[in-house]
């Protein structure tokens, strides 16, 4: 059985990991909106991004493979 003392410390490490985990995922949202979709949309547009070269086309291509087969 856990003392007081141990569950205590779980729980603080429990709450400081997901303080951490928060700030991360907010961090990321302001990557994604103030450095990656600028970037996306100049490469988008045909400009050189990260030596990406300029005119470079931006094309998404999605693979349809069959799957596995039953014999």
Do not use: C, W
Not at 13 to 21: D, G, L, M, V
Not at 36 to 45: F, V
Request: hydrophobic share 40%; net charge neutral; glycine share 6%.
């Amino acid at each position: 059985m856990l003392s007081r003392d141990s569950r205590q410390e779980q729980k603080l490490k429990a709450i400081r990991r997901a303080q951490f985990r928060l700030k991360q995922r907010l961090e990321a949202i302001d990557f994604e909106n103030d450095v990656l979709m600028p970037e996306i949309e100049a490469l988008k547009s045909g400009k050189a991004v990260l030596g990406l070269s300029e005119g470079m086309a931006f094309d998404v291509v999605i693979e349809n493979t069959p799957g596995p087969t039953k014999e």
